[in-house]
T-cell receptor, first 109, second 113 residues
Framework: QKEVEQDPGPLSVPEGAIVSLNCTYS??????FMWYRQYSRKGPELLMY????GNKEDGRFTAQVDKSSKYISLFIRDSQPSDSATYLC?????????FGAGTQVVVTP | EAQVTQNPRYLITVTGKKLTVTCSQN?????MSWYRQDPGLGLRQIYY???????DKGDVPEGYKVSRKEKRNFPLILESPSPNQTSLYFC????????????FGPGTRLTVL
């Protein structure tokens, strides 16, 4: 079983809707939690990182971590067609990163 | 411009022919790492380095070697490539603690025949 589980999707939403993405993890040693966006044929780019339970907001993006449940989430408000990409969650323990499989998101105009 | 560069971007080779994929960063980051990305398996960490002369295995290190002689460079070496190493490879560079300054390279698509 993978240490970080993520639904691969695809997740299709209409423009303007809220996109909700989730991951679960099993290793209590993870300290940092990240979300990346990856467009086709490109390297991942960091969207959000957190290191404690709670919410972190950056523009249209909100990252949520619940360490007690080992659950991390990313919300994208007012989604745009340009948000169509694969979103990867990642958990870090002293430099050893574990990625989820990635969720493909399609925002339709 | 802050960036991670990888070379080559595309490579087709044959089984057993040693190859090196270079990775270089210009941000003075301590941490560098190599990943491979395969359909259905996502990104898997091969090796990582917390600083010069400090390297450690990730989840899938078999068949790969790395070295970190200088802070800016972290080459990935395949001594005897095999077809199951056909993949998309990414190098990444982070500062000591992950923050907004994280960069992935553009990727190297390797095919081993």
């Amino acid at each position: 079983q993978k240490e970080v589980e993520q639904d691969p999707g695809p997740l299709s939403v209409p423009e303007g809707a809220i996109v909700s993405l989730n991951c679960t993890y099993s290793n209590s040693a993870f300290q940092y939690f990240m979300w990346y966006r990856q467009y086709s044929r490109k390297g991942p780019e960091l969207l959000m990182y957190t290191y404690s339970s709670g919410n972190k907001e950056d523009g249209r993006f909100t990252a949520q971590v619940d360490k007690s449940s080992k659950y991390i989430s990313l919300f994208i408000r007012d989604s745009q067609p340009s948000d169509s990409a694969t979103y990867l969650c990642a958990c870090d323990s002293w430099g050893k990163l574990q990625f989820g499989a990635g969720t493909q998101v399609v925002v339709t105009p | 411009e802050a960036q991670v560069t990888q070379n080559p971007r595309y490579l087709i080779t044959v089984t057993g022919k040693k190859l090196t994929v270079t990775c270089s960063q210009n941000m003075n980051h301590e941490y560098m790492s190599w990943y491979r990305q395969d359909p259905g398996l996502g990104l898997r960490q091969i090796y990582y380095s917390m600083n010069v002369e400090v390297t450690d295995k990730g989840d899938v290190p078999e068949g790969y070697k790395v070295s970190r002689k200088e802070k800016r460079n972290f080459p990935l070496i395949l001594e005897s490539p095999s077809p199951n190493q056909t993949s998309l490879y990414f190098c990444a560079s982070f500062p000591r603690t992950p923050d907004n300054e994280q960069f992935f390279g553009p990727g190297t698509r390797l095919t081993v025949l």
